[in-house]
């Protein structure tokens, strides 16, 4: 493969200004101003992302697509429909001439324009793609060789420079180097001339979208063009998108809510998307609030984390010009929304334009495509207070004005386009009577096809019927919620709950207790689990130091020789702060839980496993644990 002739790269790195990305819609012609709604009107075949690419590209193309934030700051690349098909069919044509129809692609990319090429022009040919994270340099590929091994995949579509990259540490790993590494900028342009359009209809599969893995070993999610499509519709209608939309993602493309509501959510409706990389967005989080007050964004969001982590790291100096009065939907999802997030942001960024009516909860997950529930638009997020000892007893009893022990629930709304979400008894699957606990049910054209080559467990997870209903299949969540007044509240994951002494405790309201107990606890990086212990279950806690206090608790050693030793080399001083620590952490948990933690480990920052969404990796964690992995700084009981 040569990339001598390669002139679509150059395609792709024209540039808009600003003037022009906000006034892009205004300048198109009656036939190019064109939403999907009045697409299905016209041409009822357009069944297919695939479809719906080629006739915008026909159409409308020099109208921009996507553009990505290179510094995730203001270094553009832009890619318009027109450059967006002609890269997918030198792709494509490539793929299908290797006779890579129906196989499976993993595609391991950075964040930007290359991933979103690669992804399409997988869709074209036929190919089905197997997004993935790029892995770290000098860190394990055991999570990425389990995926490999898992799809079969045939091929690995990727970068030169990736690829580069990655050649000392794949020697190291038999089921990767044993692959075809392909770097997609070194293809022949000519390859789009063997391009044959794929044969699709609504059971065909588009990709596989491998879970997070948060509650144990990663699957494969077979989702189909239909599903793909039905999804689109659903949040097109619960998000009001139109072709006046502009989005503005960090999100991973390799996560089902970077791909499918970040990167094909604003080609299915036609409006340009400003993408810029999760690392940046980690880094700096004021960038992601910038890229909405520059480019006028309209849509964006991210799970509870991101939030909290712009009221943590934003400072008030770097407010000054920001204008959010843009943000017309601020989806918040993928992990419990706290009401008390809610709440914090609205109240910092008030003054910055940024309307509290905006927040919108939601609730979805890869089996399910991506979205299930959300409430109504441009309506406040629904807040109801609990008992929340009657909760842990899957009881839901509404907490009087000034009532002790209450929880804030954030409501996730309802189901759209025929969606029937149930909640049900997980053992006996009875149905469960409004306000009371149990799993929850869906039931949508938007439910993907399965686990690939894991028949057993697709057909206990997607084709669940309970004791009263046996027509209607559903897929088994895991999660577990309620319903009041036709609103659904996400409570917990069925397989993280922790019963001890017969009574249920959610670790997100211990990790939660946990975070607030010190102050060099770091935000959103705390673990909570059970383990058995002569047969009976105990709760251990992980909680990582955050890094503005490595300089006082990370000292495994001291450096100074007159210091005085604790023990395990450490100093006396340290030693009374992890102590400190500790002390607030069994006091907290008592007080608010009334539990005794069997162990307490305080590890480094950053080192508590979680998912490309943000969640903490509680099965993990809990691996790590019990083989002693934990990049421990202290602890209790251990």
């Known amino acids: 493969m040569s990339s001598k002739n390669n002139k679509s790269n150059v395609d792709m790195h024209s540039n808009f200004s600003k003037e022009e990305f906000y006034s892009t819609d205004q300048t198109l012609t009656n036939n190019e101003n064109t939403s999907i709604k009045q697409l299905d009107e016209n041409y009822s075949d357009l069944n297919s992302l695939v479809a719906i690419l080629r006739y915008r590209s026909t159409n409308q193309p020099d109208k921009l697509a996507y553009t990505f934030l290179e510094d995730g700051e203001g270094k553009e690349i832009n890619l318009t429909y027109g450059q967006l098909d002609r890269q997918a069919l030198i792709i494509a044509g490539f793929l299908q001439n290797e006779g890579l129809k129906g196989e499976r692609a993993l595609l391991i990319f950075p964040p930007g324009l290359e991933f979103v090429t690669a992804f399409f022009g997988c869709l074209y040919a036929g190919t089905i793609a197997v997004p993935a994270y790029p892995p770290r340099p000098n860190r394990s590929m055991e999570r990425l060789a389990a995926i490999v091994e898992d799809a079969g995949a045939k091929v690995v579509l990727t970068t030169s420079f990736i690829r580069f990259g990655l050649s000392s540490s794949l020697l190291n790993e038999d089921k990767l180097s044993s692959l075809r590494w392909l770097a997609v900028d070194e293809l022949e342009v000519s390859y789009a001339e063997k391009w044959k359009a794929p044969e699709i209809d609504k059971e065909t599969l588009a990709f596989l979208q491998y879970t997070s893995g948060s509650t ?6 077979m989702v189909s063009h239909s599903n793909l499509i039905h999804n689109q519709k659903i949040i097109q209608e619960a998000f ?13 493309p390799y996560h089902d809510m970077g791909l499918i509501g970040g990167i094909i959510q604003p080609l299915y409706v036609g409006f340009p998307v400003v993408l810029l990389s999760p690392l ?13 007050s520059n480019y006028k964004g309209t849509s964006s969001g991210g799970p509870n984390f991101a939030y909290d982590l712009c009221l943590g ?11 959010l009065s843009s943000w017309k939907i601020a989806f918040n999802g993928a992990e419990p929304v706290k009401a008390e997030t809610l709440e914090n942001f609205s109240k910092y960024f008030n003054q910055h334009g940024f309307n509290a009516s905006v927040f919108y909860p939601c609730y979805g997950m890869a089996e399910t495509t991506l979205f299930v529930s959300g409430g109504a638009y441009h309506e406040p997020p629904v807040i109801t207070e609990v008992l929340e000892t009657d909760l842990l007893d899957n009881r839901v009893t509404l907490a009087e004005v000034g009532a002790l022990g209450v929880r804030k629930l954030v409501g996730c709304g309802q189901g759209f386009l025929g969606t029937i979400i149930k909640i049900v008894h997980p053992e006996t699957k009875r149905p469960c009577e409004d306000q009371e606990v149990g799993e929850i049910w869906v039931a949508s054209d938007s439910v993907a096809q399965g686990y690939w080559q894991q028949k057993e467990l697709t057909e206990i997870t997607f084709r669940a019927c309970t004791n009263e209903i046996k027509d209607n299949l559903f897929l088994r ?4 919620g309620f319903t009041l007044n036709n609103e659904l509240y996400v409570t917990g994951r069925l397989k993280d709950v922790i019963i001890i002494s017969g009574r249920n405790h959610y670790p997100t309201d211990i990790e939660l207790t946990v975070q607030k107990s010190h102050i060099a606890i770091a935000p959103n990086r705390v673990a909570a689990f059970a383990i ?57 948990i008592s007080s608010y839980h009334g539990l005794r933690p069997h162990a307490i480990a305080l590890v480094k920052s950053g080192s508590i496993p979680k998912t490309s969404s943000g ?20 602890g209790d009981g251990l």
Request: charged share 30%; glycine share 8%.
């Open 280 to 292: 940046h967005f980690l880094q700096k989080p004021i960038r992601w609030l910038q890229a909405i």
């Open 532 to 588: 058995q212990v002569k047969g009976n279950e105990k709760l251990v806690v992980v909680a990582e130091v955050d890094r503005r206090y490595h300089r006082d608790l990370l000292k495994f050693k001291t450096h100074n020789d007159q210091a005085e030793i604790a023990g395990d080399g450490i100093s006396k001083e340290v030693s009374e702060k992890l102590n400190e620590m500790i002390s607030n952490i069994k006091e907290a």
């Open 477 to 480: 969540t895991g999660d577990l």
């Open 240 to 252: 009001n998108h139109n072709d006046k939309s502009v989005g503005v993602i960090w999100l991973p």
């Open 615 to 634: 969640k903490i990796r509680r099965f993990a964690c809990r691996n790590d644990f019990s083989q002693e992995k934990l990049d421990l700084i202290g």
């Open 216 to 221: 144990g070993n990663p699957k494969g999610v």
């Open 313 to 323: 790291k934003i400072k008030a100096e770097q407010l000054e010009g920001l204008d």
